[in-house]
Structures are given as structure tokens and as C-alpha cells.
């Protein structure tokens, strides 16, 4: 870690490139990670800090104490007068008065003006947000059925691309050329266009308002055909010729040879089809009208009311929301380099 | 049981054809080598065999029966592959064990065989391994095991040793010939290295651009070249090759003239009406005479190369362009005159097609 934070181009001393390469990594840090790093802040703040102006970077919010008789009531530092330097609870307010009370010796009534006074600010994690999710609201169901279609999707796409990914690498037929260029010109295809006739296909079916209705319309995806199909051109022919002349059935060969020597490309398109499916909002958002059947990021959207928005649930929901893809990447960054670098695509 | 004919078996990819018109017969319990040249054909001809290719016209028989049409798997045979072609996700066991696996074999029979196959090639300790953590020489063990636990009929080997070292290689052949002594099965061998194909064949088959050329034992391959192609192929160093004209005929044989040179006699039969016809003349470099002296008009000049190897020295000269084979050392020094003798019974003559001419049988 520390040989890559002072790392330089030369061995020897720092050359202006080194502060410059290292500048503009640092601002790209800032870029990509700060708007994150706000987001996870911002989801520990009570909603009178996400409220406060100017806004705060850490969580904090106003302090109180317990006053004997009267319950807790928010801490003030006066700033002149009498009790310049003393923190005093506010009773109540009256008008441009406050009635003040010494913690510490709740029998004395203090009358201040509400100038000349600012309020104590106290570091406090909000974590109520991140309870309250899971009392106040369905969270899990959404999770499950985010993560029942992640799943359940990614699982059956790598199984259909992969089949379709053999046949188009490994088998001679005439029009093989063709069949994979028109599948991979569907790819220029912008999938607003073909968000009516879908569904219209998948209300037919009776799919509509079923989580079945979000998986199966993606499970084919041109980019993951094109993804293994180059990947499995590099697999030798001489593997499969000699598991033919072991009796293995082409299934078998598909299932012993083929998929596991396609591992890592496997491994990118289970990465890429998780975060699709994931993050996809539009397609379920049209398929699944009832809030039992809704994914997190339409879970999210509906914190977003017309009038009000519910901003530190939002908030916390989102960083909930980004954890398990966040974490699979970090898992399998390596895979996912490797992958792509192998398979010659982006 | 492994017997193999090939009936006017032909290949093509769409307009060109690889493979013309190829027929012989392999005996159960040979060593049939299929010799040749990079392209041709003998790999094609292999894989017809085995039914990985089709074949275009003419039929495969094994042990009488057609099988044009009977898939790769169900025709009884074992390939090992030049790149080897093991698993390379499963460890060598599996490897093994797959090809038993797939016919359903129980397991107990399949650790049988296994374990059988791994001892006779000494494989016993790596059977956990994968193969990408074995040698060359060990993994192409375990191709051959691969083949071997399926007991085939006909065991192919398609250049198994062009990626190993020369000296692993040469350790390997007397393996696979051991191998065969052993099993006692048909075995064909798919090779362009004519010392491996003198070395290990019982018969081989020379083949250039789809067409057989010879067919035969080893020595009478060397003997008796059919054409100047199998003669130029078999032997090394290869044989000297000398255009030449038919100057007369004596007693029925051909008298020879290399252009500058005096005539001599060959045991070559020809008539008369020979005479005049351009013939290639064919000598191994061992049968050519040599000494040290002036050549005037008989056959001989100067010495443009000599390679001494210890127990026998080759010379070259660069007019004629010949080189000779002398048993132990030499004392000739480059640009030396040499003399030439060609025994006539050693010389091998090849009419303007490049067939073999009929020697005669007496002295």
C-alpha cells in the first residue's frame, strides 16, 4: 500500500510527472469515491442533518441533555453575557426569548434573547435508518426478490449463452456466420424500442406482476454469446475430438469440457449479468406493478414520493442496495480483468 | 482383433482433394507407420481412419465390416493426439478414467484399469496431478494411458513425439515399441520423421500430396525404392540423386552417362530402344566407393565439406553433388581430388517419371 502511494516513475528522485501522475490520480479518487463516500455519510445523518445548511460532511447533529423533570432538551453554548461559555439546555422559546435551564441545577430559570447563543453539535450515527428499513418496510422481501431474479437470471443466462456460445464456435453448419451476425446486430437495437412489443409478449403470457416476467425476456443477451463464443474459439479442437473418441455424448461434452475450460469468461458474464440485473429499473418497473413484487431499485423509487422524500431511508437504502455488487466486485476483480482481457472485449 | 483395409478411400474440401484414391491393407497386431512430408495427407488419412473427418468416396473397413458411417466413438479406437489433447481441469486419474466413464463402466473396473494402465507407464504417483503440472514426456505417458485403459482395437498416434526433446524422443520410441510387443495391438503411427518410421514400423506407408507412394517393410523400403520420391525420402543421409542419360545397353543392362563423366555399367535392365532416355541414378551414400587421386574423366572431384562424426565421416562434393559415407575416420582435407567408384549391384535407376527401373537379380 505504501509502495503504491509513493510510487514513482523513475527509482530515484520525485520528477514534477510523479506530482502530476499523482495529483491527477488523487482527483480521480475524488471524483469516483467522493460522491460514494458522501452517500454513506449522508446515510448515517438523522433527517434534520440532511436538512441542516450548510450541510456537513460527517453526521452530526444538535446535542441534548436530560434536565431533571423535563426530559431531554437541546444544549446550547451562550456566547455573551453572564453565562459567556456555558452550556445551557432551551426550555422553550418565546418569541426572541428562550427560556434556559443550567443542567446541572434544573431549579434555576435563565431568560436569554435567542441571539448571542449556538446550538451544541454532536457526532451521532443515525443508524435508525438502517433498523427502520428493515422494521418500517418490506426490505427483505425487496431483497429477496432482487436477489431471487440476480440469481435465478444469471444463473440461466450463463446456461443458454454458453449452449448457444458452443454451437456458434465449435460446430461447422452452413449460415453459422450469419446466425451470429444477426444476433450480434441486435445489439444496435435500443431496448426502448422493444419495451412495448415485450411486454405486450409477456402480458400475453401472463407474466406481468411475476418476477418469472423480469427473468426470462433478458436471459439471451447478444454481448454474452459474443463474449463466450470468442472465448471458446481459443479452447482446441483436438480437446473435443479426443472426448469424442471417449464416447463422450456432446452434452457431455458441452458439460465436462467446454464449460469448465470456459471458467473465467464464464466469470465475466456472471459478473456483468449480476449487475444488469441488479441495477435494472426499467424493465421491472414496467413488468411488476405490485409493491410485493418490486425489486430494490423500485423499492427505492417509491421512497421518492411527489411531495416528499423520505431522504435518509432513500439513502440508506441505496447503500444497502450497492453492498452486494460492491462486494462481488471486490472479490472477483481479478476474474473480471483476466476475463475481459482474455476474451478480447469490453 | 484389428484389421484395417482402406478401399479407394478419397477425401476432398469442396474443390480440392486431398486424399486420392488411397487403398491397403494393415494386418491385425502390426506397427504400421504413415510417413510423409508436412501436407500430405497422412494426418487427413488418420483421422478418416478414426471418423473424425468423413471420407468423400471409397470405404474404411475394420475387421470387415464398413465404417463410413459408424461415429468416431463406436468404431473401437484410441487416438493420441500431437498436442496431446489431456484435460487440462481434471487431474491425470480422470483424465484416465473419463473415456470408461462415459460407457458406464463400474467403478471398480475403472480403478482397475487405471491403475493398471498407470503402472505400465509408470504413472502411479501422479495420478492426483493435473497435467499442466507434469513433464512433456509424462504427460504424452498419459495420453497414451488414456488410450490404453479403453483396450481398443486399433491404437492411432498422430506425431505423439514432435513436441518432445530429442533425447526424451528417442527414449519414448523404444517405449512405444515396447508397448506394442506388449499389447499386441494394431497400432498406426502418423509421423514425418523417417528415422522414427525406420525405428518402429513393421510396415510403413510413404505418402506425398494424398497419394501412396510405397508401400512396405522398412529394409525393402530402403532396398527398393519404388520411385525416386521414396528413395530421396527414406535414409539418411538421403540417397544421392544424379540425372543421367542412358548412353547403350550391354547384355540387357543399362551402361550410364553423368554428363562429363565416363560411362559405366549398371544392373538396371533395359533394351536398346532405351538408349538416349534421361534417367535419375540413385546411389546411398555407404555403397559409393572413394579415393584419394586425380579424376580425369572417371567419376569424381573435389571435396566441398566433410562432417566427421567419429565412427563414420561423411563427405560432400559439390560436382557431382554427392555425399559419401565412409566407415570410421578420414585423412581427406577439403579441396582434395577424390575418385569415385559406384558398384553397379548398389546403383538404383529411375526412368523420366521417377519410377523405378527392374535390376536384375544376378551380379
Redesign the interface.
Known amino acids: 500500500m505504501a509502495d503504491m502511494l509513493t510510487a514513482k516513475r523513475g527509482h530515484h528522485r520525485w520528477d514534477w510527472t510523479d506530482w502530476a501522475a499523482h495529483l491527477y490520480l488523487l482527483l480521480g479518487v475524488l471524483v469516483m469515491f467522493g460522491p460514494v463516500a458522501w452517500l454513506g455519510l449522508s446515510s448515517l445523518k438523522s433527517e434534520t442533518g440532511l436538512n441542516a445548511f450548510p450541510p456537513t460532511l460527517l453526521p452530526y447533529e444538535a446535542a441534548t441533555a436530560p434536565v431533571e423533570g423535563r426530559g431531554n432538551l437541546r444544549l446550547y453554548t451562550i456566547d455573551s453575557g453572564d453565562f459567556a461559555g456555558q452550556q445551557l439546555a432551551e426550555i422553550r422559546r418565546v418569541g426572541i426569548q428562550a427560556q434556559m435551564v443550567d443542567p446541572k441545577r434544573p431549579e434555576v430559570i435563565i431568560r436569554l434573547p435567542v441571539e448571542g447563543r449556538t446550538p451544541v453539535m454532536r457526532m451521532r450515527l443515525a443508524t435508525e435508518n438502517y433498523t427502520a428499513l428493515f422494521s418500517r418496510f418490506d426490505f427483505f422481501r425487496y431483497f429477496w426478490n432482487s436477489s431471487f431474479i440476480t440469481i435465478v437470471a444469471t444463473v440461466l443466462t450463463l446456461l443458454v449463452n454458453s449452449m448457444s456460445a458452443f454451437v456458434l464456435s465449435k460446430y461447422r453448419f452452413t449460415g453459422r456466420e450469419s446466425v451470429f451476425l444477426v444476433m450480434l446486430a441486435t445489439l444496435m437495437i435500443p431496448p426502448t424500442i422493444v419495451l412495448v412489443p415485450n411486454y405486450l409478449i409477456a402480458a400475453q403470457l401472463g407474466l406481468t406482476n411475476s418476477l418469472w416476467g423480469v427473468i426470462w425476456p433478458g436471459v439471451a443477451t447478444p454481448t454474452g454469446v459474443f463474449l463466450l463464443r470468442q472465448y471458446m474459439l481459443t479452447l ?1 479442437d ?2 473435443l ?9 456432446e452434452w ?1 461434452i458441452y458439460w ?2 467446454v464449460l ?2 470456459s471458467a473465467p469468461a464464464l466469470a465475466v458474464l456472471a459478473i456483468f449479468s449480476v449487475m444488469w440485473r441488479w441495477n435494472d429499473f426499467l424493465w421491472p418497473m414496467v413488468v411488476l406493478a405490485r409493491s410485493e413484487v418490486f425489486t430494490l431499485p423500485l423499492a427505492l423509487n417509491s421512497f421518492q414520493g411527489e411531495l416528499t422524500t423520505q431522504w435518509n431511508f432513500l439513502l440508506a437504502m441505496t447503500v444497502v442496495t450497492l453492498l452486494p455488487v460492491t462486494i462481488i466486485f471486490a472479490f472477483l476483480q481479478k476474474y473480471i480483468t483476466q476475463g475481459i482481457a482474455s476474451a478480447g472485449v469490453k | 482383433m484389428g484389421a484395417l483395409s482402406l478401399r479407394n478411400v478419397r477425401k476432398s474440401f469442396g474443390p480440392t482433394t486431398v486424399i486420392h484414391d488411397v487403398s491397403f491393407d494393415i494386418k491385425d497386431g502390426g506397427f504400421t507407420v504413415f510417413v510423409g512430408p508436412s501436407g500430405c495427407g497422412k494426418s487427413t488419412l488418420l483421422r478418416m481412419i478414426c471418423g473424425l473427418e468423413s471420407v468423400s468416396a471409397g470405404d474404411v473397413v475394420i475387421d470387415g465390416a464398413v465404417v463410413n458411417d459408424i461415429p468416431a466413438a463406436r468404431r473401437g479406437l484410441a487416438m493420441v493426439f500431437q498436442s496431446y489433447a489431456l484435460y487440462p481441469h481434471m487431474t491425470v486419474y480422470e483424465n484416465m478414467a473419463f473415456g470408461l466413464e462415459n460407457i458406464a463402466t463400474p467403478q471398480a473396473e475403472i480403478e482397475r484399469r487405471v491403475g493398471e494402465a498407470a503402472r505400465m507407464l509408470k504413472l502411479d504417483t501422479y495420478l492426483q496431478r493435473k497435467p499442466t503440472a507434469l513433464s512433456g514426456g509424462q504427460r504424452q505417458r498419459v495420453a497414451i494411458g488414456r488410450a490404453i485403459v479403453r483396450e481398443p482395437k486399433i491404437f492411432l498416434f498422430d506425431e505423439p513425439l514432435s513436441n518432445l526433446d530429442a533425447e526424451l524422443r528417442v527414449g519414448m520410441r523404444a517405449e512405444l515399441t515396447a508397448l506394442h510387443r506388449r499389447l499386441a495391438t494394431t497400432m498406426i503411427y502418423v509421423t514425418h520423421d523417417q528415422v522414427e518410421a525406420m525405428t518402429m514400423a513393421d510396415t510403413i506407408v510413404v505418402l506425398r500430396a494424398g497419394r501412396v507412394e510405397q508401400v512396405g517393410a522398412p529394409l525393402d523400403l530402403y532396398n527398393n525404392p519404388a520411385n525416386v520420391f521414396v528413395a530421396g525420402f527414406i535414409g539418411s543421409p538421403r540417397m544421392n540423386l544424379l540425372p543421367a542419360t542412358i548412353s547403350g545397353v550391354a547384355d540387357g543392362m543399362a551402361l550410364i552417362e553423368i554428363p562429363g563423366f565416363a560411362p559405366f555399367a549398371t544392373n538396371a535392365c533395359a533394351s536398346a530402344s532405351r538408349v538416349g532416355e534421361n534417367v535419375t541414378i540413385g546411389i546411398r551414400p555407404e555403397h559409393v566407393l572413394i579415393e584419394h587421386g586425380e579424376a580425369a574423366w572417371t567419376l569424381g572431384g573435389a571435396v566441398c565439406g566433410i562432417e566427421q562424426l567419429g565412427g563414420l565421416s561423411y563427405v560432400r562434393l559439390e560436382s557431382p553433388d554427392m555425399t559419401v559415407q565412409i566407415a570410421g575416420q578420414t585423412g581427406l582435407h577439403l579441396s582434395d581430388t577424390v575418385r569415385l567408384t559406384l558398384p553397379p549391384r548398389a546403383i538404383h535407376l529411375f526412368d523420366h517419371d521417377g519410377a523405378a527401373m527392374p535390376r536384375s537379380a544376378a551380379p
Open positions: 482446441p483436438e480437446l475430438e479426443a472426448a469424442r473418441m471417449d464416447n463422450a455424448s457431455r465436462r469440457i469448465p475450460l
